[in-house]
């Protein structure tokens, strides 16, 4: 069974980076696309971005700026970076595998406070 | 990007019920759409695919259909089990979408 696990910083001031990784177990990074979701508490699913088999990248519209989804095949893991951080960045994040996410890591809760 | 609008936002039902949730997207993406589920505080739950194709273990109380820009997910018999937040996603190009949500309370 796939397991994904992610960790990372849960709180952060305004204007720094944030950074998460999503390590994956009992399944190879490569061959498979890579997707990450957040959702702001009490809110609804929002895409942030994916990396394909390739190592291309797609991102949403909104943040393409600022986000960054790399994969490092020597580690077995995922990150995601998003520069610049404000307080509409606060969000529980996921990652996720597949095009059609079907297996999810359990969230990190991410914070922007000053 | 292609806007996915669900409705209703919530949906009050009762055990036993059929409910109903749409999905409609502002422009065609084929049958190139899934349904999630997501209970409180928990990861979501993918339960079809190409607008239709159940995944394994996904009570056949769940149905899935429509093509180009409207969507239905029913779910027959509403279960205790059912209460929970309902997103669809296109995947019919970049940047991905989900809708923002379907309710499903008693």
């Known amino acids: 069974q796939v397991q994904l696990q992610q960790w990372g910083p849960g709180l952060l001031k305004p204007s720094e980076t944030l950074s998460l990784t999503c390590g994956v177990y009992d399944s190879s990074v490569t061959g498979y696309y890579w997707t990450w979701v957040r959702q702001p508490p009490g809110k609804g699913l929002e895409w942030v971005g994916e990396?394909?088999?390739?190592?291309?990248?797609h991102y949403n519209t909104s943040l393409q700026s600022r986000v960054r989804i790399s994969i490092d095949t020597s580690k077995n893991q995922l990150s995601l970076t998003l520069a610049s951080v404000t307080a509409a960045d606060t969000a529980v994040y996921y990652c996720a595998r597949d095009e059609v996410p079907e297996y999810w890591g359990q969230g990190v809760l991410v914070t922007v406070s000053s | 990007a292609i806007r996915m609008t669900q409705s209703p936002s919530s949906l009050p039902a009762s055990l036993g019920d059929r409910v109903t949730i749409t999905c409609r997207a502002n422009q065609a993406i084929d049958t190139s759409l899934a349904w999630y589920q997501q209970k409180q505080g928990k990861t979501p739950k993918l339960l079809m695919h190409a607008a239709s194709t159940l995944e394994l273990g996904v009570p056949s109380r769940f149905s899935g259909s429509g093509s180009g820009t409207d969507f239905t997910l029913t779910i027959t018999s509403l279960q205790s089990d059912d209460f929970a937040t309902y997103y669809c996603l296109q995947y019919f190009t970049y940047p991905r979408t989900f809708g923002q949500g379907t309710k499903v309370e008693i």
């Open positions: 990396i394909d088999h390739s190592g291309s990248t």
